[in-house]
T-cell receptor, first 114, second 116 residues
Framework: AQRVTQPEKLLSVFKGAPVELKCNYS??????LFWYVQYSRQRLQLLLR??SRESIKGFTADLNKGETSFHLKKPFAQEEDSAMYYC????????????????FGKGTKLSVKP | NAGVTQTPKFRVLKTGQSMTLLCAQD?????MYWYRQDPGMGLRLIHY???????AKGEVPDGYNVSRLKKQNFLLGLESAAPSQTSVYFC???????????????FGNGTRLTVT
């Protein structure tokens, strides 16, 4: 079964420290992985997608198929990075066998202290 | 450009009452979704729609019904609310079913529902 695991409910770091939010997935095919972010009182929005290999707001994430991981990293955390982060997996046949959809992890709350 | 708009923003219901949550998108997206967000559970898909007039069950559909009479609107109904349905509900839309490179999900601001 497809599954996304984010082992940390809460991650607290100091400003300027490196941060890594862990995400592991279970999927038999070739998945598409995403990171979504929800800042306080704002809607969920897409942060990163593995296929684009981009860096957004200093964050990067590399898909490691051997370890089935898609960890989100930033070398120097900022206070404005404090938010809820969700890792998500997209693949065909998640429901009904013929339709694709996003499966979300349970989320990690990042708190960056001054 | 409003994007995805959800109404109402907040609601308190008594057990057994019914209500409808409205989701409207102005991006001409084909696909729409209803998720619920609970502490420690992340986002779970309730129902989704691949186009006007079609709906399908997601991961946690029990106790909910949906309708997509118009392409821009996706309604989530609770016929007889239960305390277990206390949650934050998010609507989302995308131009394609799979949230791929060119079609990430666009989310609404959420509806906070409390059932007493």
């Amino acid at each position: 079964a497809q599954r996304v695991t984010q082992p940390e409910k809460l991650l607290s770091v100091f400003k300027g420290a490196p941060v890594e939010l862990k995400c592991n997935y279970s999927y038999s095919g070739s998945p598409e992985l995403f990171w979504y972010v929800q800042y306080s009182r704002q809607r969920l929005q897409l942060l990163l997608r593995h296929i684009s290999r981009e860096s957004i707001k200093g964050f990067t994430a590399d898909l490691n198929k051997g370890e089935t991981s898609f960890h989100l990293k930033k070398p120097f955390a900022q206070e404005e990075d404090s938010a809820m982060y969700y890792c998500a997996l997209s693949g065909p046949g998640n429901y009904g066998g013929s339709q694709g959809n996003l499966i979300f992890g349970k989320g990690t709350k990042l708190s960056v202290k001054p | 450009n409003a994007g995805v708009t959800q109404t109402p923003k907040f609601r308190v219901l008594k057990t057994g009452q019914s209500m409808t949550l409205l989701c409207a998108q102005d991006m001409n997206h084909e696909y729409m979704y209803w998720y619920r967000q609970d502490p420690g559970m992340g986002l779970r898909l309730i129902h989704y729609s691949v186009g006007e007039g079609t709906t399908a069950k997601g991961e946690v559909p029990d106790g909910y019904n949906v309708s997509r009479l118009k392409k821009q609107n996706f309604l989530l109904g609770l016929e007889s609310a239960a305390p277990s349905q206390t949650s934050v509900y998010f609507c989302a839309s995308s131009p394609r079913m799979r949230s791929s490179y060119n079609s990430p999900l666009h989310f609404g601001n959420g509806t906070r529902l409390t059932v007493t």
